[in-house]
């Protein structure tokens, strides 16, 4: 069993940035993923990265934006949210595969879940 947990969500400025983490309880060799979920709406693909960091997606409206990383060796993923912006005001999930090491940008695809994290941006 996986268990994630993200953290590093908060208030800020339309512009700034924050960064994300997902802590991992044990070693993860599958791909991961954030999604967000904003009020009113279905939960959203936001990114996803192979297991060893090799290949990324993004959705597109984060593009250029965003970047997804790891660090396996800390079991650790991150989030870098550079240029913010009112619409990605949501909460942010992590989520793992259970083994598969590509990357999917669907929700179906992955098994393990945090809690998730709100990021509120104002104009």
């Known amino acids: 069993q996986v268990q994630l947990d993200e953290s590093g969500g908060g208030l800020v400025q339309a512009g700034g940035s924050l960064r994300l983490s997902c802590a991992a309880s044990?070693?993860?060799?599958?791909?991961m993923a954030w999604f967000r979920r904003a009020p009113g709406k279905e939960r959203q693909f936001v990114a996803t990265?192979?297991?060893?960091?090799?290949?990324?997606r993004y959705q597109d409206s984060v593009t250029g934006r965003f970047t997804i990383s790891r660090d396996n060796a800390k079991n650790t993923m991150y989030l870098q949210m550079n240029n913010l912006k009112p619409e990605d005001t949501a909460v942010y999930y992590c989520?793992?595969?259970?083994?598969?090491?590509?990357?999917?940008?669907?929700?179906?695809?992955?098994?393990?879940w945090g809690q998730g994290t709100q990021v509120t941006v104002t104009s």
């Open positions: 044990g070693r993860t060799f599958s791909a």
């Open positions: 989520a793992a595969r259970s083994a598969n090491t590509r990357t999917s940008v669907s929700e179906y695809d992955y098994r393990y």
């Open positions: 990265i192979a297991w060893d960091g090799s290949a990324t």
